[in-house]
DNA sequence: GTAGGGTTAG
């Protein structure tokens, strides 16, 4: 580098001071360059203007260059460099840097120095090193301490977080803003109300003013709690809520059920003229995903692409499961293709959307593809992949990925994949096959057998049904879903004795079935109906609808099929109350409410969608000309002209 | 030294 000389040490100094202050780096940068002699002071406000501008690598290669320039780096250096360091994640370079420090004599009982690398450590998860550096540090502060409880909660310690400011606050260190808003979101982690309302009043009482990020912790701490009553009430006294409150309020909100006040909360934001980032669109696409509201998804996709951010992966994940939820599979894989960079997460979102479209080979055809894409499957693409098997009944697929994952190193078999798997084959028939695989698993659980049961449930083996519920009972004797599924086993094999007998005892255990509930979405509204629900203002038109469909299929050869009525009446009452099922109710509204043929009817069940129904849509899209889209608990069926894209199998 | 994000069968 040519050094033309600038004179006088002290005044170059002062100049490039200057145009620091004035956040002129880059002039200063070139009258650095061109001193003969350069103090390490400058060296290292240089360093650190660099940092604090987020020019990480910058400062890097200047702290290289002061090595190799001979300048011996102060406690100054190292506390900006560890910094450095840790944004980039080079823990090696940070290591060297600690170990050049110890070398030149100097120590990490400094506490800036130590506070920094304790930072470092904690964020690369070593949390060993950054303790033993704490424990160094005679004279502790509250940032320090403060960088070891972020440390702890961010590597999923919250318990020892909370015992770290247990111990703050014993040995007389005042917690600080940043303290709280860290101490806070451990409390969430661990939803522990308790604990975050104690030192919620703590806050109260040590901080004179709050600052946004400790209560936007706070409000985050209640949601996560599942007090999200109280979320709302910090947030309302709010008064310079910026976007980060704004979105975590949306988070919360959805994370506890409430996706309509998620979404009217975002209106209110922009109303506020916010200007949504790709955390709020991805989190308020999540409301839509999970409600299948495909009109208001839309809304924000088209605010997505205005912000140039469809191909952000957040975004786009959130776009390609909310596309998926919706049934819309295309629209997906367009977005998937469109992707700037892909990552596991966004295959899985793929993968699974293949699955619940009943699209068995596009997902197999997209996990094998991963290697070339460069991307390494985890527990969740084989958890899609496989329930995308079992949707399709790819029994060879199926095997053939299981025992992959057996054979990959890097990711465990976990009772989760089991469950896949004894799902896959439980519902191809294979049943001996199925508990052979669970009696492999050490300890099974009772989620694998209540699996199998309900495979029993879809080929009528009440034998079988019966020795695995007293698995089922050893390990849980009041499993809910269990209890249901046998006593459905026994209704659809007519075995009404037992069936009145469970239902005595469920009663007795206090076990409720959740009823079933088909809805659909007309003009903004949701209409909900139950099965023989004549509540609903039109349901004389719906009556009517229903008597003109039924002629209609019946010509067709439609036959109502009464091994799907799991009560005890006689036939013609058993036929009565296919008739009303709730998705059909919901289809026939559908229908009443639009005439026109070119849009598809999109009902969704929260139950899965029973065998009657599911033949009588496959006529009525027949006689109607219309697509039906009916969306169960698990997954899609598109029905058109007569056929069902799942292929009768699910 | 601080607050907010995308996927998952049964």
Redo the contacts with the bound molecule.
Sequence with gaps: MKKSGFPLLSLGNKLIDAYIKCEAIDDGRTLFDEMTTRHIVTWNSMISTYIRQKRIGEAIKLYEEMILDGIIADEFTYSSVF?AF?DLGLLQEGRKAHGRLLVSGLSVSNVFVG??LV?MYA?FGKLTDARLVSDEIVEKD??LM??LI?GY??NGEDFEALKIFRDMIKDGIRA????F??V??AC?NLADMNIGKQIHGLLVKSVSEF???????LL?MYSKCGLIDDSLKVFDRFFNA???????LI?GL??NGREESALSIFCQMIRNSMT????????V??AC??LAMLTEGQEIHGLVLKMG?DR???????L??MY??CGIIKMASSIFNNLNEL????V??MI?GY?QSGNGEEAVKLYDQMPGLGVKP???????V??AC??AGLLEEGRRIFSSIKNNHEIEL???????MV?LLG?AGKLEEAERLINQVKNP?V??W??L??SCKIHGDVEMAKRIMNRVIELKPGDE?AHILLSNIYASTGNWNEVTKMKVMMKDMKLKKNPAMSWIEVDGEVHKFMAGDLSHPRSMDIDEELKRLSEKIEGLGYVPDARFVLQDLDEKDKERSLYYHSEKLAIAFGLLSSSNRSTCIRIFKNLRVCGDCHNWIKFVSRVVGREIIARD???FHHFRDGFCSCGDFW
């Design positions: 910094k840790s506070s920094a930072d964020k509250v940032v403060t960088a972020v909660t961010q600080n803003d940043f303290t808003a860290s806070l979101i969430g600052a946004v990020a400790s209560r936007t912790s985050t910026n976007l980060v409150t704004w979105t975590a988070m959805v994370q949504p980032n790709a955390f709020t669109l991805s989190t696409l999540r995903s999970i951010l952000n992966r957040f975004v786009g994940a959130a390609i499961d998926g939820k990552d596991v997460v966004s899985n979102s699974y699955a985890n527990d969740g693409t084989f958890v899609s496989l329930s079992s949707n976990s009772s989760d994949h089991y469950a896949c799902d519902r659980d989620v694998l209540r699996t049961l309900s879903g608990a698990k997954r």
